[in-house]
């Protein structure tokens, strides 16, 4: 890492300067201690029974629908995308 707390700060505050935040800033914020600790805290919330229940919920939420079309949808989303990004929200 090498950076200066204030230089890592900083950049989880989006201020990273020229144009926003870079794919080397990102990976030092995540070596750097505030970064471990949320990686570890987002390990530890994946591994746990928290996370069976949050899929649960998300199952809850969804209700009957039709899985053939639904899985074509999705899988032409991801072959015509380079990133593509799913959440749920309330």
């Not at 707390?5 to 926003?20: C, D, I, T, Y």
């Not at 030092?28 to 928290?50: E, T, Y």
Request: proline share 3%; glycine share 12%.
């Amino acid at each position: 890492a090498g950076r200066a707390p204030a230089r890592v700060g900083r950049l989880a505050e989006g201020k990273g300067g020229e144009g926003g935040r870079t794919d080397e800033d990102r990976l030092a914020f995540m070596d750097s201690p505030v970064g471990q600790a949320i990686g570890a805290l987002a390990k530890a919330m994946a591994d746990s029974p928290l996370n069976d229940g949050k899929i649960w919920f998300a199952k809850m939420q969804a209700g009957e629908y039709d899985q053939v079309a639904v899985a074509k949808k999705l899988d032409s989303y991801i072959k015509d995308n380079a990133v593509v990004m799913f959440s749920f929200s309330k």
